[in-house]
């Protein structure tokens, strides 16, 4: 299983960005997926998830109202699309996936997912 994200980069406070994550190796709409991120010096938090057919999604409190988790299962994508950008959101922003199928709940911590892209950079300055 391999994850690919991109779209990070540098914005200003209040601008938007969106991130993708292309996934390959297996069934990719059986799977739940999720965006988690990680500033210097802290842990990998949880961002947002979303169920395998797209019709759950659940976000941390911190963006509720700003980022929102969407997938293309005909092309094997998520998104987050980030608006409302605070400095706070700077981190790097890595794509997961668990290793079992069709789960009942949601995942929201590091040892829910198996599989983890690249991570992409993400820098909102002030």
């Known amino acids: 299983v391999q994850l690919q994200a991109s779209g990070g980069g540098l914005v200003q406070a209040g601008g938007s960005l969106r991130l993708s994550c292309t996934a390959s190796?297996?069934?990719?709409?059986?799977?739940?997926m999720a965006w988690f991120r990680q500033a210097p010096g802290k842990e990998r938090e949880f961002v947002a998830a979303?169920?395998?057919?797209?019709?759950?999604?659940y976000s941390t409190t911190s963006v509720k109202g700003r980022f929102t988790i969407s997938r293309v299962n005909a092309q094997n994508t998520v998104y987050l699309q980030m608006n409302i950008l605070e400095p706070e959101d700077t981190a790097v922003y890595y794509c997961a996936s668990p290793s079992d199928p069709r789960r009942a709940v949601l995942a929201r911590t590091v040892k829910g997912y198996a599989y983890w892209g690249q991570g992409t950079q993400v820098t909102v300055s002030s």
């Open positions: 190796g297996r069934t990719f709409s059986n799977y739940d």
């Open positions: 979303i169920s395998d057919n797209g019709f759950t999604t």
